[in-house]
């Protein structure tokens, strides 16, 4: 049952095992910056360009449509606005015992 013993009870699971479960159950999830994609790593005239959410266009893993018309209409990102839900893809415990979320 992808590495959960299904008899543990919740309060004995660990960490990374609470975190497994949910997202298998679609539960925990992400979210991303969805005003560039991964779709226009070709496109030149976005090289060296910063997003409204701090990183360079060119470092967005969104893999959807890019939503750039709606840069038009913001000056500053807003989460709810301009970000897409995906799915949790790396978790887990650094080797200085640190949480990834």
């Known amino acids: 049952m992808n590495g959960i ?11 990374m095992e609470l975190v497994r479960q949910e997202v298998n159950k679609k539960k925990l999830v992400g979210s991303t910056c969805h ?4 779709k226009q790593v070709d496109d030149k005239s976005i090289t060296s360009k910063r997003c409204l959410c701090g ?11 890019p939503q750039t018309d709606l840069l038009r209409t913001s000056d500053e ?8 839900e995906v799915p949790v893809t790396v978790f887990g415990i ?8």
């Open 94 to 101: 650094l080797q200085n015992k640190i949480k990834v979320y």
């Open 5 to 15: 013993d299904s008899q543990k009870k919740v309060e004995d699971l660990s960490w």
């Open 35 to 38: 005003l560039y994609s991964t």
């Open 77 to 84: 990102w807003q989460k709810f606005e301009h970000a897409s």
């Open 55 to 65: 990183r360079l266009a060119r470092k967005h893993s969104f893999a959807g449509e």
